[in-house]
C-alpha cells in the first residue's frame, strides 16, 4: 500500500515562503505531482514532476513555485516563494505510476493512482 505523507504547511504573511514535503513508499517509479484546494472552489494542479526530472507548473505559480524529488530520501517538495492571499488551500501530494503514461500538471487528476491527506496553506495579506 502506497502512503504519501505531507508535511510542512502553515501560516505565512504575504510575500513569504514556505517549503511542503511529501514521502512516499516505492517512490522511485512514480511521477509526483503537488495540487491544492481552496475553499468553494475545484481541486487545481500546482507543479508535476516526472521521474526523470521534468517539471510542469500552473501559469499562476510559474516563477514562485518549485518543486522537486530526492529519489535518495523518498521525498517530493514544493518550495513556495513569494506567497499571495490566493495561494491559500489544503495542499495535497499526489503520485501517478510513471509507465502509465504521461506526467505533467494538466494530467486528469482521474489518473492519478495515490493521494495524500494534505497540508493546509494559509497566507495573510
Known amino acids: 500500500q502506497v502512503q504519501l505523507v505531507e508535511s510542512g504547511g502553515g501560516s505565512v504573511q504575504a510575500g513569504g515562503s514556505l517549503r511542503l514535503s511529501c514521502t512516499a513508499s516505492?517512490?522511485?517509479?512514480?511521477?509526483m505531482g503537488w495540487f491544492r484546494q481552496a475553499p468553494g472552489k475545484v481541486r487545481e494542479g500546482v507543479a508535476a514532476i516526472n521521474t526523470d526530472g521534468t517539471t510542469s507548473y500552473a501559469d499562476s505559480v510559474k516563477g514562485r513555485f518549485t518543486i522537486s524529488r530526492d529519489n535518495d530520501k523518498n521525498t517530493l517538495y514544493l518550495q513556495m516563494n513569494s506567497l499571495q492571499f490566493e495561494d491559500t488551500a489544503m495542499y495535497y501530494c499526489?503520485?501517478?505510476?510513471?509507465?502509465?503514461?504521461?506526467?505533467?500538471?494538466?494530467?486528469?487528476?482521474?489518473?492519478?493512482?495515490?493521494w495524500g491527506q494534505g497540508t493546509q496553506v494559509t497566507v495573510s495579506s
Open positions: 516505492g517512490y522511485d517509479s512514480f511521477c
Open positions: 499526489a503520485a501517478r505510476v510513471s509507465s502509465a503514461g504521461a506526467c505533467y500538471v494538466s494530467t486528469p487528476q482521474y489518473k492519478w493512482n495515490y
